[in-house]
């Protein structure tokens, strides 16, 4: 499967913004996703994940509650809103894909899109 990750931008502190990801190839509703991040200097992290249904999501800590993860399997697109943005939000955001069950684990995902740069200001 193909991922094409597309949204990102430069906006101010306590912004919103909407990242999507497109999937071609494979069924994509037989794929867990994921959105993970990388801030300069530091390692990729995640984000969110949604089950294949888009019944289940998880988050990380530090975007509970400010970001939502979706997905809509018609349109093989998941999306990331992200509201409430903080200066320590700016990253390159990837999603990701994965069978089977939710990980939070990157070395689980199969694969990856090209990244999206989120850049929030202070």
């Known amino acids: 499967v193909q991922l094409q990750a597309s949204g990102g931008g430069l906006v101010q502190d306590g912004a919103s913004l909407r990242l999507s990801c497109v999937a071609s190839?494979?069924?994509?509703?037989?794929?867990?996703m994921g959105w993970f991040r990388q801030a300069p200097g530091k390692e990729r992290e995640f984000v969110a994940a949604i089950s294949w249904s888009g019944v289940t999501t998880y988050y990380a800590g530090s975007v509970k509650g400010r970001f939502t993860i979706s997905r809509d399997n018609a349109k093989n697109t998941v999306y990331l809103q992200m509201n409430s943005l903080k200066p320590e939000d700016t990253a390159v955001y990837y999603c990701?894909?994965?069978?089977?069950?939710?990980?939070?684990?990157?070395?689980?995902?199969?694969?990856w899109s090209q990244g999206t740069l989120v850049t929030v200001s202070s």
């Open positions: 190839g494979r069924s994509f509703r037989a794929y867990v």
């Open positions: 990701a894909a994965k069978t089977g069950t939710y990980s939070d684990y990157i070395g689980e995902y199969d694969y």
